[in-house]
């Protein structure tokens, strides 16, 4: 498989509308962790136990959702990328490169709630905006395995 935002859509859709922060960053997080359930380096899937300490971190991360959403959001993606343990997500890693997109992600976020909030967007319509832009910001990372000829080298996960 591969990540894509129609995935995320889907997952950020059927989140139900929160009062409490902390149920909501639950199930962000877990929105997140399905959609990166599909993600590949290379020829190879994720090892599905990988994405639990990266959603555990996106969770610790994220607070502060309800006051400052694009930013904590940024902070609970950036995160779940740092937590995720490479040899155990795809064996044979060596490291994992997040992507470089994630330094813009804040910005796209705050562009797209400022647009969704102030055009009175419907939810499902404002839920695929996001995703667009959380998963345009996914673009780039790199699982590094065995340079070749030996291994398989830098591998771009998808």
Do not use: C, R
């Not at 997140?32 to 990988?50: C, N, R």
């Not at 400052?68 to 609970?76: D, G, I, K």
């Not at 404002?126 to 291994?151: E, F, K, L, N």
Request: no cysteine; glycine share 12%; proline share 8%.
């Amino acid at each position: 498989m591969t990540l894509l935002a129609a995935t995320l859509g889907d997952e950020l859709k059927a989140l139900d509308l929160y009062d409490q922060e902390a149920p909501s960053l639950a199930d962000w997080a877990g929105a997140f962790s399905t959609y990166f359930e599909d993600a590949q380096a290379g020829p190879a899937p994720i090892v599905p136990v990988a994405i639990e300490p990266a959603e555990a971190a996106f969770i610790g991360a994220g607070t502060g959702l309800s006051m400052a959403a694009a930013a904590a959001l940024t902070a609970a993606i950036t995160a779940f990328w740092g937590a995720l343990p490479f040899a155990v997500a795809w064996p044979g890693s060596l490291s994992i490169t997040p992507p470089v997109g994630l330094g813009t992600l804040q910005a796209g976020l705050e562009a797209v709630f400022l647009a969704n909030t102030s055009g009175s967007v419907d939810k499902d319509p404002s839920m695929d905006a996001i995703a667009a832009v959380i998963h345009g910001a996914q673009s780039g990372g790199i699982a590094v395995y065995t340079p070749i000829p030996g291994g398989i080298g830098p591998q771009t996960i998808t």
